[in-house]
């Protein structure tokens, strides 16, 4: 049996409103959105350093997934929750596999 993982963000700012969307962050750095029948596309990189701080820099995401393009700082990073935060905002991903 072979599991597929992605990511769900199950909190923006407090919002579930994207819990039903999965994440998928592909190793060439194209970011894809999936759920409610479409597909959501963007780009995603990192930078810096665990002493400075990492960061996760997401762009080119449109309509409600907009609220997602920031550099956000990685403020929890684990196997299957991290937690991003930019200014007073905050994204919190979990990994789920079926």
Same mark, same amino acid.
């Given at each position: 049996m072979e599991f597929e993982c992605y990511w769900?963000?199950?909190s923006v700012?407090? $919002?579930i409103a994207f819990n039903d969307f999965?994440?998928?962050f592909n190793d060439n750095q194209d970011l894809?959105?999936?759920g409610g029948g479409?597909?959501?596309f963007g780009v995603w990189s990192t930078f810096g350093n665990p002493n400075d701080g990492v960061y996760l820099v997401? $762009?080119?995401l449109e309509n409600n997934f907009s609220v997602f393009n920031s550099e956000w700082l990685v403020v929890e990073c684990g196997a299957d929750r991290?937690?991003?935060v930019d200014g007073d905002s905050e994204i919190v991903i979990e990994r789920e596999c079926s």
């Open positions: 769900v963000a199950v700012d407090g $919002s999965a994440i998928q894809l959105i999936e479409a597909n959501y997401i $762009s080119q991290i937690v991003l």
